[in-house]
């Protein structure tokens, strides 16, 4: 697939539009291409701007009180073998 400018070109020929007209949509259509990247950019800009504003809210220490100590995880007991030590299948083989 070629440009945008080359695709809308070739479908301007294909409906016998004039040439001067044919340019003149070429123009236009540029002009708003470049507008609608310039609008995608201030609003990305603007996005993140407003999600900077509201990280300041974040807290930057830990929420625990000064007199609350952290406790550490509770342990996790071991695990148990359930299985037998012998493998049934075993005990069919020559």
Excluded: H, K, W
């Excluded at 016998?16 to 291409?33: E, H, K």
């Excluded at 603007?46 to 930057?60: E, M």
Aim: charged share 20%; proline share 12%.
């Amino acid at each position: 697939m070629g440009s945008p400018d080359t695709q809308l070109a070739a479908a301007l020929d294909e409906a016998q539009v004039p040439d001067t007209t044919a340019q003149g949509v070429l123009d236009i259509n540029s002009g708003a291409r470049l507008e609608a990247l310039q609008v995608a950019y201030a609003v990305t800009a603007l996005l993140a701007t407003t999600a900077l504003f509201f990280t300041a809210r974040i807290p930057r220490t830990p929420s625990v009180r000064p007199n609350e100590r952290l406790r550490p995880p509770p342990r996790v007991a071991a695990v148990r073998r359930t299985f037998p030590r012998r493998c049934p299948v075993a005990a069919f083989s020559p």
